[in-house]
Structure formats: C-alpha cells, structure tokens
C-alpha cells in the first residue's frame, strides 16, 4: 500500500474481535558417592597408562562432576563419546542456531582510538560476541587505488587496528538482492599473546550488517544403551570452548546464546531441524533426555569428549490451567517437546524457556481458533524456573490485548500489531479459524491534523 510520500511493507498482521470461552518427584539420589569406592581403588593403575593431557582433562571432568547442580544426582561414566575436528559442509549443525547477525553502525565506538589510513570518511563499526566479551570491528571500502574490500577485529581491546591483521573481502557475487562479501577464517585470538580463540567467517551485506558462522565443528558417536548415535558439538561464540551450556533467557528462537549440541536420533545420519526446540539440534544442556531415559554431559573445555552418566532429575510441574497447547522448550536441564489439552507435565527441575508454542481455543459458538507464538514474544514464558516438588503455573492465551507498532527506515514505513497474551506472551498475526486463514484486516494511517493520511488492507507475505 502506498500513499502519496509513505511507502508501507507489512509481513504480517491480523485484528480481529473474539468472544472466547475459557475456564479451568522424585527424590534425588546421590549416585556418585556409592561408585567413589570402586574409582578409588582403580586410580593409581589407571592414571600410569594415562598420557599426562590425559590425567590433566580426566581431572577437570571430575571436578565438573563434582559441582552437579542440586536438582539432579549422576552415576558413574556409562559412556564416552571421542570427537574430532570437522569442516563445516552443507549438512553442518551449524547454520540454524550458531549464526550470529549484527546491525552495523557509523558511529565509532568510544572503546575504539583509531581507523585505518585508507578507510574512507564513514566506515561501519560492528561488535561480535565472543565468550564472555564483545570484540569491537571495522569493515570498509578501501580509498586506496585498489579499493579492496577490508575487515580487522580488535582482539586484543586496546582500541587499536594497526597491530591487528587485516582480512581481505570476497565478492559472493550468488547474492542478488545484495552485495555481500566474505571475510576469513578470521580468528578471535588476541593479537601478540598466546591465548586460544576460536575462528568464523565473516559475510557482510552491502555494509548494513554482518552474519558469523564457524569454520569448523566437532563430531562424534556415542553408544547408549546399546544404540550408536552420531553427535556432534558447535563453538557458536568462537571462543576457542564447548561447554558453554544454555541459560534464560535466548536472545531469540534461533540464538540460544550458548554453545550448540546435536544428535542424530533417527539414524539417517543428518542433524534435522525443523521448529526451533523441535529438532536433532538444540541448545547445550546439563543433562538431554533420550527415549524417557536422562543423561547428564560433561564436556570437555575443547570439545574432544563428553561424559555421559545416567542421572536421576528432581521433578516439578508445569501447569498451562488446562489449555491446548503444542510447546518447545530450551532448559539448562533438557529440552523438551510438550503437547496436551487439560494436563500438567512433570519437568526436571531447572530453569526454561519457552521457544515455540502453538495454542487452540474455542469460543462459545464452537469455533476453533489457532495461534502461533515465538521466543521473541514469551512475555513470562520465555524465563522461568521449575523447582522440585512444585507446580509453575501460567494463565495463558485471551483475553488478548493488541499491541501496535511503526518502524521508520530507509524511507519505508512497517505497520503492524500483534496479540498479547495473559502472561505476557505475544501472538503472530494470522490465526486461523476451523483451518482456514482469517482475512486480512484493514488499516487507517491518520496525520497530525486528524486527516487519512492513507488506508488499505494488510497482505500476508
């Protein structure tokens, strides 16, 4: 739709007025203690065929499995899976939760002291996250005769580009739409030392925004409970780690802001995603739950083995009052797929966030309404805690509150609103009744001076 100066593009939006009806553990054991007899006695025979990288790694797995979290009890190793370093390809775990994407800026940082001698006028800054920290970058045109395309990322934080290296940019010209060119490997170690980082590839996108994915990967198998299962483990902060394990709330459905594990459940040998929470690739947890059987991880700090044991989780209960509702959730227990109408469901204790939720209600005249909620939209949903023994309740879904929005950039002008649940939880527009798409609502965009500026129908894209 567009008036005579404002051009409107809107995704998706839908208003509409419903009349909905609507009413409505086990204890832990400590497992570890009554396997220390046996380990004991074993040790010193076993420690004289060990490497000493061996002794030193199997040392800080122990003291990891010393510092189990309260709400659930491990047994003894049952597993152990050896992985290896692998290229990222097109079957990779590693493009769907990660990818980092940051917006660019012309305003240099205060961190930073310096640009480059051939970076023009206005180049863009950027940040990426590596592990605890955000390194501060620049990328240009160059000015000079050749007009090179260049990166450079201050690894080392004193706010300078002239003891970094430089990374050349590469024109992937299979982009249409827009410019966009490729930095790397580029390595997050810090400039002049000796301290490990990790390395990712760099695309930026007509200077407006970069994406970041890593080079390489780890991958393995494990045997449990006599069934081999590929699995594989992704660095998606590039800090050179692999157990970086997930905590609420994501940033969003597809960054979990963690460290990345998958395994193959089906034996087709690929990682399978679908909905986000819904898939073979997810977030790294404490513990992953694998046919009604749970197991905690310990992972080594470079991603070469992971423990499993067999583990005993504290349970609590999840409570929607009775609603029906389809759910994925991220945990720093395990994630888990939910679905029901009427029921509560027993979780290991910890803490969650909702990523995806389909909800079904019916109003007083009988029809069935769906709607669609995600992570960047959880409202209450997307940081909670299930505690042991207790039931975490939620009053979910209508009444709905509509809550509209206007973003003004690059002279396009977005409209749209969404639905905003009991708990804070916030719909997509396009709900459908009794399986069909609701039509398209129309929209009025009223000036200063109380005139139509401009009206029409939104369209679903």
Same mark, same amino acid.
């Given at each position: 739709?567009?008036?005579?100066?404002?051009?409107?593009r809107?995704?998706?939006?839908?208003s509409?007025?419903?009349?909905?009806a609507?009413?409505?553990?086990?204890?832990?054991?400590?497992?570890?203690?009554?396997?220390?007899?046996?380990?004991?006695?074993?040790?010193?025979?076993?420690?004289?065929?060990l490497?000493?990288?061996e002794?030193l790694?199997?040392s800080?797995l122990?003291?990891?499995?010393?510092?189990?979290?309260?709400?659930?009890?491990?047994?003894?190793?049952?597993?152990?899976?050896?992985?290896?370093?692998?290229?990222?390809?097109?079957?990779?775990?590693?493009?769907?939760?990660?990818?980092?994407?940051?917006?660019t800026?012309l305003v240099?940082?205060?961190?930073?002291?310096e640009?480059?001698?051939?970076?023009?006028?206005?180049?863009v800054?950027f940040?990426v996250?590596?592990?605890d920290?955000?390194?501060? #970058?620049?990328?240009?045109?160059?000015i000079?005769p050749n007009?090179?395309? @260049?990166?450079y990322?201050?690894?080392d934080?004193? #706010?300078?580009?002239?003891?970094?290296?430089?990374?050349?940019?590469?024109?992937l010209?299979?982009?249409?739409l827009?410019?966009?060119?490729?930095?790397?490997?580029v390595?997050?170690?810090?400039?002049?030392?000796?301290?490990?980082?990790?390395?990712?590839?760099?695309?930026?996108?007509?200077?407006?925004?970069?994406?970041?994915d890593p080079?390489?990967?780890?991958? #393995?198998?494990?045997?449990?409970?006599?069934?081999?299962y590929?699995?594989?483990l992704?660095?998606?902060?590039?800090?050179?780690k692999?157990n970086?394990?997930f905590?609420?709330?994501a940033?969003?459905?597809r960054?979990?802001?963690?460290?990345v594990?998958?395994i193959?459940?089906?034996?087709?040998?690929?990682?399978?995603?679908e909905?986000?929470?819904?898939?073979?690739?997810m977030?790294?947890?404490r513990l992953?739950?694998?046919?009604?059987?749970?197991y905690?991880?310990?992972?080594?700090?470079?991603g070469?083995?992971?423990?499993f044991?067999?583990?005993?989780?504290?349970?609590g209960?999840l409570s929607?009052?009775g609603?029906?509702a @389809?759910l994925?959730?991220?945990?720093?227990?395990?994630?888990?797929?939910?679905?029901?109408?009427g029921?509560?469901w027993?979780l290991?204790?910890?803490?969650?966030?909702?990523?995806t939720?389909?909800?079904t209600?019916?109003?007083?005249?009988?029809?069935?309404?769906?709607?669609k909620?995600?992570?960047?939209g959880?409202g209450?949903?997307?940081?909670?805690?299930?505690?042991?023994?207790?039931t975490?309740s939620?009053?979910?879904?209508?009444?709905?509150?509509?809550?509209?929005?206007?973003?003004?950039?690059?002279?396009?002008?977005l409209?749209?609103?969404?639905?905003?649940?009991?708990?804070g939880?916030r719909?997509?527009p396009?709900?459908?009744?009794?399986?069909k798409?609701?039509p398209?609502?129309?929209?009025?965009?009223i000036?200063?001076y109380g @005139?139509?500026?401009?009206?029409?129908?939104f369209?679903?894209r």
């Amino acid at each position: 739709m567009m008036a005579k100066n404002v051009y409107i593009r809107y995704v998706i939006a839908i208003s509409m007025a419903i009349m909905i009806a609507f009413s409505a553990v086990a204890e832990a054991e400590n497992l570890a203690e009554a396997d220390s007899g046996s380990s004991q006695q074993s040790s010193s025979a076993s420690q004289k065929k060990l490497t000493p990288y061996e002794i030193l790694r199997r040392s800080k797995l122990q003291r990891a499995a010393e510092k189990t979290p309260e709400n659930f009890s491990a047994g003894p190793v049952i597993a152990e899976a050896r992985l290896t370093t692998v290229p990222v390809s097109r079957d990779s775990p590693t493009g769907l939760l990660a990818m980092q994407r940051q917006d660019t800026t012309l305003v240099r940082p205060p961190e930073l002291q310096e640009q480059p001698a051939d970076a023009p006028k206005e180049p863009v800054y950027f940040v990426v996250r590596v592990g605890d920290r955000d390194i501060h #970058g620049i990328t240009y045109r160059s000015i000079s005769p050749n007009g090179l395309v @260049k990166l450079y990322l201050d690894t080392d934080g004193d #706010g300078l580009f002239s003891n970094e290296k430089e990374y050349l940019g590469t024109w992937l010209s299979i982009f249409q739409l827009t410019r966009t060119y490729r930095f790397g490997p580029v390595s997050t170690q810090k400039a002049g030392t000796g301290t490990k980082g990790g390395s990712f590839y760099a695309d930026c996108s007509n200077g407006q925004w970069l994406t970041f994915d890593p080079v390489s990967y780890r991958r #393995g198998k494990v045997v449990l409970e006599g069934k081999a299962y590929e699995i594989a483990l992704v660095d998606t902060d590039f800090d050179g780690k692999y157990n970086k394990y997930f905590v609420p709330p994501a940033a969003d459905s597809r960054d979990p802001q963690c460290d990345v594990l998958a395994i193959d459940l089906n034996g087709d040998s690929k990682f399978n995603f679908e909905q986000p929470g819904e898939s073979e690739i997810m977030p790294l947890s404490r513990l992953i739950e694998i046919k009604g059987q749970y197991y905690s991880m310990d992972v080594a700090d470079d991603g070469g083995t992971i423990e499993f044991r067999q583990a005993r989780p504290q349970f609590g209960t999840l409570s929607l009052e009775g609603k029906q509702a @389809k759910l994925a959730l991220w945990s720093d227990a395990a994630c888990q797929q939910l679905s029901g109408s009427g029921k509560n469901w027993n979780l290991p204790a910890g803490k969650y966030a909702v990523v995806t939720m389909d909800l079904t209600e019916t109003d007083s005249a009988g029809d069935r309404w769906a709607f669609k909620m995600t992570k960047a939209g959880a409202g209450k949903l997307g940081d909670f805690e299930i505690k042991p023994g207790q039931t975490t309740s939620f009053r979910i879904g209508p009444p709905f509150q509509t809550r509209s929005f206007m973003d003004n950039g690059e002279g396009n002008v977005l409209v749209g609103f969404d639905l905003k649940g009991q708990a804070g939880e916030r719909y997509v527009p396009g709900a459908t009744k009794n399986g069909k798409e609701v039509p398209e609502p129309q929209f009025k965009i009223i000036d200063s001076y109380g @005139k139509v500026a401009n009206s029409g129908q939104f369209e679903f894209r």
